[in-house]
């Protein structure tokens, strides 16, 4: 099908209604540097060694993935906050790129720590299994500061056992805020999507429950900036990871990717 790239307002969006994103069937995949990465298991623990394929600042949107040391061991596809690496960011962008006006930068995304400075040059922040998530003082102290200043985190791939754990550590993260849950009326669903209660209540792709959307605002006020959102039961990486393999439903991950460029261009316009 054919799709229209749209024009940015700095200060607001229209909604794109409900146009259909192209699924990406048609993607070269980029085997050779999967491999070089250890495919799909990635490295492990090893922060030093997803680095090294981070790009340089260049004032162009980058898909920023947060490490954590894990809380214990996630299972599937080995450290939890790496999972869907490199392919569902690969992925993402080249939708970005072919649908908005954002200049995304392609092949990938970088991946850093929650205590590194660098994480200011970034407006969003994207983290895996929040249910082995854990923090230090100095990461805290540094992602709390990132998100007052105007950052913008998305908790992704929360399955029912994740859950006690991502509110835990929210409420350490910002002590003085509370976690609501979010409709299809909050202006993030129609930030460039215009996206129905049908669209969101989507199933989680491995089966576990029905998705709902959970945030919290600047100062606790509704009508203000969001700062996280919560993706529970649900995950978005791997509806993206798996558009192009024939695991999903093209129709889910179409959702899934209406999502993602939503929390985008929000997090680009408030």
Known sequence: MTTT?????????????????????????????QRRRGGRR?????LAAYQEYNSAYSGDFTFVRLYYRSSGFSGRGG???????????TNFVKIMDELTSVTPRLGGGNVLAMDDPELFRYPVAYLSEPGYWVMNEAELENLRSYLLKGGFMIL????????????????????DHR???????????????????????????????????WGIHE?????G????????????????????Q????????????????????????H
């Open 156 to 175: 992704d791939d929360n399955a029912p056992q994740d859950w006690r754990n991502t509110v835990y550590q929210l409420q350490a993260l910002l002590p």
């Open 42 to 46: 990635g490295f492990g623990g090893d």
């Open 246 to 269: 024939g695991f999903v439903p093209i129709a889910l991950s179409n959702e899934a990717y209406k999502l993602g460029v939503n929390y985008v261009i929000y997090a680009l316009t």
């Open 5 to 33: 790239k749209r024009r940015v307002s700095q200060t607001t969006w229209v909604g794109a209604g409900l146009l259909a994103v192209t699924a990406l069937a048609s993607l070269p995949l980029d085997l050779e540097g």
């Open 219 to 223: 100062d606790n006020d509704p009508d």
């Open 79 to 89: 450290a939890g906050w790496s999972h869907d690496w490199p392919t569902a960011e």
């Open 225 to 244: 900036r969001l700062m996280v959102i919560v993706n529970r039961d649900n995950d978005i990486g791997d509806y993206m990871e798996w558009s192009d």
């Open 179 to 213: 976690l609501v849950e979010l409709d299809a009326s909050h202006p993030i669903f129609d930030s460039f999507f215009h996206l129905e209660e049908e669209n969101i209540q989507m199933p989680h792709p491995q089966g576990w429950g029905q998705a709902s959307y």
